[in-house]
């Protein structure tokens, strides 16, 4: 069988990343990589969970520093994006009109409407588009998924998570496009976007959003809280770039259903326990793959024609409207109901 042939688009620490996941796919294989800045191939970078480490790309591998050049000259089978997030649906719509499919680092668009054009080129073009929203993948969390459908434990009573980091500014020279929101969304579009789309993958849309923030003296917001409205549970989440730069990252959650309490908090041992209702505590068995290589996986399946759950773009989509929604309430300091 021969293999699909991918490039990656952006080689920071998520193109990085993302390389060391397609490395080992025995199916598909980085034809080339594009990097504005030719330096970020060779470059060690250091992104929030220090995965990143990849420079040991393979001559074969022909590298561009021009995206259009690329698309004009090699024939792809999808390009993995991992560029800036006001990039993603500039090169997503490029790839999708030259019919090569596209799997886009999340947050799909700096807001729904600019997502919405990113949908409707996917529907013309006949190739596809997956967001690569990863905690849908992460191992607690896909296991929590199945907990929620299968009723298992009982319904969901509340929710909340949380997910707390320095600003993403490592080694980045202290400023970065991470900090202008009018680029990365703040926050609440890099960074509460995963848990936000993990409620919208868990308990489908909320009926409306209150969210606070705190503003950094520079003027970028460093912390937000939301309630998600459902008529039948409470369901909270934060997220934080406040934190000390000695702060160890730190995400999870805390989910009481009716007859158990399951809980994921990154700076625990064992990270991930459930409470049953009767019995001892555990520690349910995990999938090995981390949420990346899933991610990853789950694209080509898709792409290959078999059985997929992927992360659609009007899903991912639908993710981003409600950021929006948050950004506005936590703005005007009012509840805002979802617009779809
Ligand atoms: N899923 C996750 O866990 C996760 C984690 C971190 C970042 N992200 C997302 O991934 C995206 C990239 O983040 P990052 O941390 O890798 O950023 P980064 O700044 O480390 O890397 C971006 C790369 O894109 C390159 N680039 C910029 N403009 C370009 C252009 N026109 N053509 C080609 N290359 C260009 C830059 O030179 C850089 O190497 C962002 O949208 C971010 O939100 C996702």
Request: hydrophobic residues 40%.
């Amino acid at each position: 069988m021969e293999k699909l042939k991918v490039a990656i688009v952006g080689f920071g620490f998520m193109g990085r990343t993302h390389y060391g996941v397609w490395k080992k796919l025995r199916n598909a294989k980085v034809v080339c990589v594009c990097d504005s800045n030719l330096a970020q191939i060779t470059a060690k970078t250091k992104g929030n969970l220090d995965v990143a480490d990849n420079s040991d790309l393979p001559s074969s591998v022909r590298v561009y520093d021009d995206f259009d050049k690329m698309l004009e000259t090699e024939k792809l089978d999808a390009v993995d994006i991992t560029l800036p997030t006001p990039l993603h649906p500039v090169m997503s719509i490029k790839a999708l009109e030259k019919g090569v499919n596209v799997l886009c680092e999340k947050p799909m668009a700096i807001d729904a409407k600019t997502c919405d054009r990113m949908v409707a080129t996917e529907k013309k073009s006949g190739a596809k588009l997956m967001v690569a929203q990863c905690v849908r993948y992460w191992p607690e969390y896909a296991v929590l998924k199945n907990f929620v459908d299968s009723g298992k434990y009982g319904k969901v009573i509340a929710a909340d998570f949380t997910r707390f980091s320095p600003a993403p500014v490592w080694n980045r020279g202290g400023k970065c496009w991470f900090l202008d929101e009018s680029k990365s969304g703040g926050v609440a579009l890099d960074m509460h976007l995963h848990d936000t789309d993990e409620i919208h993958h868990l308990f489908g849309m909320p009926e409306s959003v209150s969210s606070r923030s705190h503003l950094h003296k520079d003027g970028w917001t460093d912390f937000i809280v939301t309630t998600y409205s459902y008529p039948d549970k409470v369901v909270t989440s934060s997220s934080s770039w406040a934190m000390a730069p000695s702060f160890v990252w730190e995400s999870g959650f805390r989910v009481v259903f009716e007859k158990a309490v399951a809980v994921l908090n990154t700076h625990s041992n064992p990270a991930f326990v459930v409470y049953p209702e009767k019995g001892k505590p555990f520690t349910p068995k995990v999938p090995k793959a981390s949420g990346y290589e899933s991610e990853i996986k789950e694209f080509v399946a898709w792409i290959s024609g078999d059985e997929a759950n992927p992360v659609t773009a009007q899903s991912a989509r639908d993710s981003v409207a409600i950021v929006d929604a948050e950004r506005k309430s936590a703005k005007t300091a009012r509840s805002v109901k979802i617009q779809i």
